[in-house]
């Protein structure tokens, strides 16, 4: 049977060799209990019980294989495609062929003929065994420990030996029912990208060899993983086990288990007034994001529903935008809005225009070599614009609209924004001071 899943090609090659190779002379065995040895057998039969049980646990064993190959045949087909699942983009935390590698990196003896030469021969000298036996000399105990009851003569009772051997046979049943069903489970079904998932198989032990197919091009080798989804979507998820001291890899597939749902983009811009007056400056707030149903912002700390805030100048005022979507999953946004005084643009305080060479005009020093785009306004003391350039080369000499010069010892506001190349907004603003 071929398959185009690394992941089913993986797993087959795994239990190619598994299936043993059971041609048990049952002929000569029939043979042998019915002959003249089979009666004097009756009499010494304890040395073989042991080997007749062992060689009845490799058939019956044997017989499991083969009846167990074609359900797991069937699951290789059902094995989700891993490549597909990867697309075309992210990067993949681990190979399948790394983590398959690590997985089965301790190999399970088998042996090539269950029932070789030796193993006939030791059913050819089975022996019967009496009902009780002896044991004051010895007696095997059972795995839990407990002493087998026996009666005042030394023999084992009957009916307490059933019971506890009852007991291991459906721990061992329970045990086995387990590994036919690995019945893991998620902390959730439905998740935004970017949120945690946890996984867990229930019922059995950790001390096994564990590997978890995510659906995402991510796998893991821990017993109960926690795994982030960082794109939306159904995801398959397959689990593997192969337990210590058994050879048989038991895989299970979950369709569709996982259902990752997109979250919003968040991202947002804000705008400065072309002129300020006052040592506090409004902000607009612009909520750029597509899809949201709903959003909140978050002010140097403080939550508002408000697009519109004051901030107080100088300073530097981190910015919070928490938006969701119609699925309800969350995403947030953060930038830092500047606002700044003379001092962040090495700008003067005061300036005479009288043409006597010495501070005839003004334009913060720092504007004169300023590769970003920016643009600067003066405005009187009632907010009336009296000046207005983009151009290092053109300061401004203290000529009002009117044509008239600024008196002395007046005073205006300049207002300064700054558009750097990456997009990011600052505003600078402070007061000038006519001496002439």
Not at 201 to 218: A, C, E, I, K, P
């Amino acid at each position: 049977m071929s398959s185009e899943h690394p992941f089913d090609d993986h797993l087959k090659q795994a239990f190619e060799g598994f299936e043993p190779d059971v041609h048990a002379n049952w002929a000569e065995f029939e043979s042998s209990l019915e002959g003249p040895s089979a009666v004097a057998a009756t009499s010494t039969m304890g040395r073989g019980v042991s080997r007749w049980a062992m060689a009845a646990a490799v058939v019956a064993g044997g017989a499991l294989m083969w009846v167990a190959k074609p359900a797991v045949e069937d699951l290789f087909q059902n094995t989700p495609d891993v490549e597909a699942s990867l697309g075309t983009e992210g990067e993949v935390g681990q190979s399948f062929d790394e983590a398959w590698e690590e997985f089965t990196s301790v190999t399970q003896e088998f042996a090539e003929d269950l029932l070789d030469a030796e193993g006939e021969r030791a059913l050819n000298e089975v022996e019967l065994t009496p009902v009780e036996v002896d044991l004051s000399s010895s007696v095997e105990q059972p795995k839990d420990d407990r002493p087998m009851a026996k009666s005042k003569s030394g023999k084992i009772n009957p009916a307490v030996a059933s019971e506890q051997l009852e007991e291991g046979h459906s721990e061992g049943m329970n045990r086995e029912r387990l590994l036919a069903e690995l019945p893991f489970d998620a902390s959730v079904r439905e998740a935004c990208e970017g949120v945690e998932v946890a996984f867990e198989l229930s019922g059995l032990d950790r001390n096994m060899s564990f590997l978890w197919n995510f659906g995402d091009g991510h796998f893991s080798s821990d017993p109960a993983p926690r795994h982030v989804f960082n794109r939306p979507g159904t995801y398959d998820i397959t689990l593997s086990i192969r337990p210590h001291g058994d050879g048989m890899i038991r895989t299970r597939t979950i369709q569709n288990m996982i259902t990752v749902l997109p979250k919003p983009d968040a991202e947002f811009a804000w705008a400065f007034p072309s002129a300020v007056s006052g040592n506090k400056v409004r902000v607009r707030l612009q909520n750029e994001t597509p899809d949201a149903s709903a959003s909140q912002w978050v002010v140097d700390g403080q939550s508002t529903q408000d697009n519109l805030i004051q901030l107080e100048v100088p300073g530097v005022y981190p910015v919070n935008l928490v938006a969701s979507n119609k699925y309800g999953c969350l995403d947030d946004a953060k930038h830092s809005i500047q606002v700044g005084d003379r001092n962040g643009l090495l700008a003067q305080a005061r300036f005479s225009p009288n043409d006597d060479g010495h501070y005839d005009t003004f334009l913060p020093h720092s504007l004169r070599d300023m590769e970003d785009a920016w643009e600067m306004v003066v405005v009187s003391r009632d907010g009336e614009e009296v000046y207005r350039t983009s151009d290092a080369k053109e300061p401004w000499d203290g000529t009002l609209p009117n044509g008239d010069v600024a008196g002395d010892r007046s005073t205006f506001q300049w207002t300064v924004r700054i558009v750097a190349k990456d997009g990011l907004v600052r505003l600078f603003t402070d007061r000038i001071r006519v001496e002439r």
